[in-house]
């Protein structure tokens, strides 16, 4: 079983930067793949990065590459979200997930995190 619990989210203006942290429960959890997703107001959740268990593969949204970055600390039972140049279309709900499996998957994760909040003023 893998709990998790996201931090780091605010108030920023565009152009500004963010660092989202998913703190993960469970020892089990340094061999998950882990990703970040969002859901803005009215839109359905979208992948937005993955990493899997030891950090050698990464994937991103076309969106978002180039201008965020996954990272995981399996020390510390931690996964970060490094958002750089962010505007208004980044604002949502962004949420953490892990999965048992050896990839990085965009859908069919089981553990999710509850959210945290990013809003991109212009």
């Known amino acids: 079983q893998v709990q998790l619990v996201e931090s780091g989210g605010g108030v920023v203006q565009a152009g500004d930067s963010l660092r989202l942290s998913c703190a993960a429960s469970?020892?089990?959890?340094?061999?998950?793949?882990a990703a970040w997703f969002r859901q803005a107001p009215g839109k359905e959740r979208e992948f937005v990065a993955g990493?899997?268990?030891?950090?050698?593969?990464?994937f991103y949204t076309a969106s978002v590459k180039g201008r965020f970055t996954i990272s995981r600390d399996n020390a510390s039972n931690t996964v970060y979200l490094e958002m750089n140049s962010l505007t208004p279309e980044d604002t949502a709900v962004y949420y953490c997930?892990?999965?048992?499996?050896?990839?990085?998957?965009?859908?069919?994760?089981?553990?999710w995190g509850q959210g945290t909040q990013v809003t991109v003023s212009s």
């Open positions: 469970g020892r089990a959890f340094r061999d998950y793949a």
């Open positions: 997930a892990a999965e048992d499996d050896i990839g990085v998957p965009v859908y069919g994760y089981d553990y």
């Open positions: 990493i899997s268990w030891n950090g050698r593969m990464t």
